[in-house]
């Protein structure tokens, strides 16, 4: 297996992709890593991986055009070593929108696919139970054929990497009965139904899509966003808020000595992190965005997610799925 | 000062709504209160407000042309004898689609104005401050002009009931950058740069909108339901998950006795139902929508919020910053 790695370009840059690729060929032996970037930085990997060096660095802000241009970025480079090496995975902690442009015009959408959605397992109220999310952010506007296309990429997903047998599908919306939400969830909705999609319920709201019984919640790429960074939102103002409860005085910090065990298990339940990355799901190859804020564990999470998608062959996959019944 | 009372369609029905009126007559003597449901279950308001007989009940799925039909429901007749009355307020716990529906059609929208907006004040993680959030849930499709009178109508809000002075407005959307967002986010946030809206500050996402320092958050209605329900339900997930880590055995039960004031604060810090309701905006009268799951203090909540908007005179300074402005 060949996995591309494009070093440059996340917050804490090399100081965090370096040390995440070390541990990552230490555990993965048999994957072949090519990493990308400057010659100077990967230094440490010399040996160990095979270096490519990249003038330019992508911005972490830089919109579609402006990456194209970037022909000597890291980013590029890495994507056209893909292509060269023919490798399985790519995988990136720089722009996500620039990663997603990118990867779209140059490694091209699975046919039958119009429109790539970022997804990432996203944490429930059932301990270890993962729920699939998507669109997360690739789209401010989809049309229900896109949702529906959402819908059956969400199901592979959750079947061949998850491992969740028939898996059951909503649609995020801001009612459970059918009529609710914009036209574009409504025709979704009502597509989804007459095709008797398998394992679709319906429509679930925010409220209710955490509670653990969802397996993928299928959303365009804006209302996603709301629902993942709000989330993350309220993650964080419960973590600040204990933190600062239980630090306040000697009294609350013997109480936190009674409940550790448990304060850690409800941090380890709600993890946005420790998937370290968001899959690019349509694009046709495995690619992975990392988070830009990686530090060398996260990134290191990332590559493994690229290097399991890429053994479970979700790709091809997704592809017979699309190829089957023609859409 | 008139109110106007639906006594009927919420989970709880009068079980809930009667003992609320009945706390609010007593703390506020000088409100004349009109009841309207059915008489029977009214009785124990008899000589206390005035009780208005109503046979049918709009039941809490219904839809707008559903509400209009039922003439003889009590949230139709509430809606005749405000205006009979000439009331300065109305609260229902029915169905929201229907009372939005109802006041739209029969008490009219403030000259100038497309769409009512839901909002309500929003717990953030600053103890004590509240932002206005809206639209939540009034429509599923905005326009950039409805976004741009969304931020009016909550800015006139934020300053008048919130007493905030010159209180910031963002919109929701899915980057900080002006450019991100849907087509109808992005060019609300053109418009409202190139009419230096006051406060104006451009977007935020999800994540950061909860922080404390947005005043008003503007979102089209699907968005913001999104938003409003999806913090619901992290915040419904960790009070769920302290309340089983607490109780698990005597030794985190200690734990708890530790730190017992300090989770009081967090819950009061992050509390949706102690504003007992959600106000509809844009219509021509005070107009409040207590939660359908009411109990009584929240009912009685929702009363004391339509008589602070009515002796603040919201609809009148709505209409003035709408007049004011031409637009």
């Known amino acids: 297996m060949k996995v591309i790695v494009d070093m440059m370009g996340s917050d804490h840059g090399t100081e965090a992709t370096v040390p995440g690729v070390l541990r990552f060929i230490e555990e993965y032996p048999d994957v072949q890593v090519f990493c990308v970037g400057n010659e100077d930085e990967l230094k440490p990997l010399e040996g160990k991986a095979t270096i490519i060096h990249a003038e330019d660095v992508v911005p972490m802000d830089a919109g579609a055009l402006q990456v194209l241009r970037l022909r000597n970025s890291s980013m590029n480079v890495a994507i056209a070593t893909l292509l060269e090496e023919e490798a399985n995975a790519i995988v990136s902690a720089g722009s996500t929108g620039g990663f997603l442009s990118a990867t779209t015009v140059k490694l091209k959408l699975i046919p039958g696919i119009e429109r790539a959605a970022i997804t990432a397992p996203f944490p429930t109220a059932i301990k270890g139970k993962k729920m699939v999310v998507l669109d997360i952010g690739a789209?401010?506007?989809?049309?229900?054929?896109?949702?529906?296309?959402?819908?059956?990429?969400?199901?592979?997903?959750?079947?061949?990497?998850?491992?969740?047998?028939?898996?059951?599908?909503?649609?995020?919306?801001?009612?459970?009965?059918?009529?609710?939400?914009?036209?574009?969830?409504?025709?979704?909705?009502?597509?989804?139904?007459?095709?008797?999609?398998?394992?679709?319920?319906?429509?679930?709201?925010?409220?209710?899509?955490?509670?653990?019984?969802?397996?993928?919640?299928?959303?365009?790429?804006?209302?996603?966003?709301?629902?993942?960074?709000?989330?993350?939102?309220?993650?964080?103002?419960?973590?600040?808020?204990?933190?600062?409860?239980?630090?306040?005085?000697?009294?609350?910090?013997?109480?936190?000595?009674?409940?550790?065990?448990?304060?850690?298990?409800?941090?380890?339940?709600?993890?946005?992190?420790?998937?370290?990355?968001?899959?690019?799901?349509?694009?046709?190859?495995?690619?992975?965005?990392?988070?830009?804020?990686?530090?060398?564990?996260t990134f290191y999470s990332a590559l493994k997610v690229a290097y399991k998608m890429a053994k479970q062959d979700v790709v091809a996959k997704i592809k017979e799925g699309f190829v089957e019944d023609g859409s």
């Open 139 to 297: 789209s401010n506007e989809n049309t229900p054929e896109q949702l529906i296309q959402f819908a059956k990429m969400g199901s592979i997903y959750a079947e061949k990497v998850l491992d969740i047998e028939n898996p059951n599908v909503y649609l995020l919306s801001n009612g459970a009965e059918d009529d609710k939400g914009t036209p574009e969830v409504v025709e979704a909705n009502k597509r989804l139904r007459e095709m008797d999609f398998p394992g679709f319920k319906g429509n679930i709201e925010g409220r209710e899509a955490l509670d653990g019984h969802v397996d993928v919640l299928v959303s365009g790429g804006f209302a996603g966003n709301i629902f993942l960074k709000t989330s993350e939102g309220i993650a964080k103002f419960f973590g600040n808020s204990l933190k600062k409860m239980f630090t306040k005085n000697l009294s609350t910090k013997i109480g936190y000595l009674h409940v550790r065990k448990g304060l850690k298990e409800i941090q380890d339940t709600f993890d946005y992190k420790s998937t370290g990355g968001a899959m690019l799901l349509g694009i046709n190859t495995v690619a992975v965005k990392a988070h830009g804020n990686s530090d060398a564990y």
